[in-house]
């Protein structure tokens, strides 16, 4: 595949008649909140200003909130697992999430209620991760399929959980559809991000639970308000999540928000550039070194949300994810070092390739980036492939091309 830089916008006005957030706004992220900070693991993740590369690229602030320490799990998507297997608790035992804390929800009590359930689902790890954790610590089963080409590393994280985890021959989305046939055949609860038409409440609570982080995200920027928000994406869970958070919390000041994909996997892309509404789908292997992103078809419901309220779409190429690993890894000044997986840096890699590259002066300008700008990225990842990690940044692989 020939990589490049894709670009679709949206103007501000675009969309007549835009689809509500509420369900992912301030509201319902204080009650995500509260369930998160039940957890005995739980603690802020940092939000790291890197003062140096700001000064170095020439805008006012770059955030970064590094979600490699949520949890012990070296990434952010145990926050939409575990609140979506709590909720689906609490609506099964008929009690509102705020009576299901975690010492509610992991008790005796609770399991002899439920009986024994096994959650099932797909991923490229760090959601299995994240639901087999959940299920361990639940005293209940899971199983979990990883598409061809996941890394034994990531495998072995799982397992760890006594989850019952394999890598499978197929892609992502067919690993989907193995997760839900055998969740219908053996009666297993299926806790997927992707949604699709009759399955869409586990993943809009999934998509609830991410609210957490960018809640943590605005009150550790202490009334700063950012300019510009990154996100990177798979189905488009986090970034619909996140993109539902901003627009009710910020309204009509809303930040420019700007989603990130590999070119090999860039199905919000393709949905944003068909423009009518409807989401597209890209098949195939999709090898892109950032796993985490490698879903070839978008989440519904994330899909309506970030057509009618993100302003800019990015498909990129893989070095640029690299790139992003190095500049985060390497801080300049007196920076604080973050470690970023492959999609974690995704967004990184892509601002400060936009900042530099002159032949990307046209996206630079549309998107409105200048010295006034404050910008804000997610690590959503630490080195969940630690082989991975050091072929990149000690060995110089991905180097820009
Ligand atoms: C590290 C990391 N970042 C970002 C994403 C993208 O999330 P989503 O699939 O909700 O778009 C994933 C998904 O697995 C991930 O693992």
Redesign the pocket.
């Known amino acids: 595949m020939n990589e490049s830089f894709k670009f679709v916008h949206y103007e501000k006005n675009k969309i007549k008649n835009k689809c509500s957030v509420e369900k992912f706004g301030v509201k319902t992220a204080k009650k995500v909140s509260g369930f998160h900070k039940s957890f005995p693991e739980y603690m802020e993740t940092p939000l790291v200003k890197l003062d140096s590369l700001s000064k170095h690229y020439g805008v006012k602030g770059i955030y970064v909130k590094d979600e490699s320490y949520r949890f012990g799990l070296n990434?952010?998507?145990v926050l939409g697992g575990s609140y979506a297997i709590g909720s689906y608790i609490a609506n099964k035992l008929n009690v509102d999430i705020d009576e299901m804390p975690y010492n509610i929800m992991t008790s005796d009590a609770t399991k002899a209620r439920l009986g024994e359930i096994t959650f099932v689902t797909a991923?490229?790890?760090?959601?299995g991760r994240g639901i087999a954790w959940t299920a361990n610590r639940l005293k209940q089963k899971s199983v979990v399929y990883m598409p061809k080409g996941s890394a034994i590393e990531r495998l072995n994280n799982i397992l760890e959980f006594g989850s019952d985890a394999s890598i499978t021959d197929m892609n992502y989305d067919d690993a989907v559809r193995l997760a839900n046939t055998n969740a219908e055949k053996f009666g297993w609860v299926m806790v997927q991000?992707t949604a699709w038409e009759g399955y869409e409440d586990i993943p809009a609570w999934i998509m609830q639970g991410y609210t957490t982080l960018i809640s943590e995200a605005i009150t550790q920027l202490e009334g700063k308000k950012p300019t510009h928000v990154f996100l990177?994406?798979?189905?488009?869970?986090?970034?619909g999540g996140i993109t539902g958070f901003i627009t009710d919390y910020y309204k009509e000041e809303k930040p420019i928000i700007t989603i990130v994909e590999p070119n090999k996997a860039d199905c919000i892309y393709k949905s944003a550039l068909a423009d009518d509404g409807k989401p597209r789908f890209v098949t195939g292997d999709m090898d892109t070194i950032m796993?985490?992103?490698a879903?070839g078809e978008p989440?519904t419901v994330?899909w309506k949300i970030l057509h009618d309220h993100a302003d800019n779409f990015i498909s990129m190429p893989d070095w640029v994810a690299a790139q992003g690993m190095r500049i985060l890894g390497n801080p300049l000044g007196g920076d604080r070092r973050i470690v970023s997986?492959e999609?974690?840096a995704a967004t990184m890699g892509f601002v400060s390739e936009v900042l530099t590259n002159k032949n990307l002066a046209n996206i630079k300008e549309t998107l409105k980036l200048n010295e006034e700008s404050l910008i804000l990225c997610i690590s959503?990842?630490g080195d969940?492939d630690k082989q991975g990690y050091r072929d990149i940044v000690w060995n110089g692989k991905y180097i820009k091309k």
Do not use: M, P, R, Y
Request: proline share 0%.
């Open positions: 990434a952010f998507k991923t490229d790890g760090n959601h991000d990177q994406a798979g189905v488009g869970a986090l970034a796993a985490g992103l879903c989440c994330a997986g999609s974690g959503t990842e969940t």
